[in-house]
């Protein structure tokens, strides 16, 4: 299966912990773009990323998150000290260019005691 | 400020009568509109689009319908099966793919 791949699938992290959420897009996929889902809501865009270049993050909280996808390896989305709010659903997804769908992961779900 | 709107979170139909999903915006900036089918634990998938310029888009047993001085898309699924059964999320965006809008879903139930 050649799909977008997400780990962990199920996360659990103490108040203060850091988060650290993994995204390999499709092969041939240069395009990375983080959301999250909040129990009742909808999904939310939170960033978008290139080969080793941020794109668009406006929809990233200013403090504790931060996002990267390196040359070599997954994208990475790290969430610093969390808080129980930070407990969602988190999707990433991938395309292949900028006018094509996106191919979602299975997502990882948060969750903070 | 939910800017792509699903009024029904559920619907159900008895399998084999059509099933319309519905769907408002607020943002006249939309110009691409997607429906995604999501199942439990997994992540949502692509199903069908329609850009601003067209007012509908056919995809075998899926129609969408875009009116866009009512600032309203619908979903047309018929026959409805069983294996439709899943929460289909409306989507928009402003001048590509990335950078999509959500809905908050509606659970679809096809009575077998």
């Known amino acids: 299966n050649a799909g977008v791949m997400q780990n962990p699938r199920h996360l659990v992290r103490r108040r203060g912990q850091e988060a650290r959420l993994r995204c390999s897009p499709m092969?041939?996929?240069?395009?990375v773009y983080w959301y999250r889902q909040l129990p009742e809501e909808g999904l939310k865009f939170m960033v978008y990323?290139?080969?080793?270049?941020?794109?668009?993050e406006s929809g990233m909280p200013k403090e504790r998150f931060s996002a990267e996808f390196p040359k070599e390896g997954p994208s990475i989305l790290r969430i610093q000290q969390v808080v129980r709010g930070d407990s969602a659903a988190y999707f990433c997804a991938s395309s292949i260019d900028t006018v094509s769908p996106l191919h979602f992961g299975n997502g990882t779900r948060l969750t903070v005691t | 400020d939910q800017q792509v709107k699903q009024n029904s979170p559920s619907l159900s139909v008895q399998e084999g009568r059509i099933s319309i999903l519905n769907c408002d915006y607020t943002n006249s900036m939309f110009d691409y509109f997607l429906w995604y089918k999501k199942y439990p634990a997994e992540g949502p998938t692509f199903l069908i689009s329609?850009?601003?310029?067209?007012d509908k888009n056919e995809d075998g047993r899926f129609t969408v319908f875009l009116n866009k001085s009512a600032k309203h898309l619908s979903l047309h699924i018929v026959p409805s099966q069983p294996g439709d059964s899943a929460v289909y999320f409306c989507?928009?965006?402003?001048?590509?793919?990335?950078?999509?809008?959500f809905g908050t879903g509606t659970k679809l139930q096809v009575i077998p």
């Open positions: 989507a928009a965006s402003d001048g590509g793919y990335q950078k999509v809008t």
């Open positions: 329609i850009s601003s310029i067209k």
């Open positions: 092969k041939g996929h240069s395009h």
């Open positions: 990323l290139q080969k080793e270049n941020i794109i668009d």
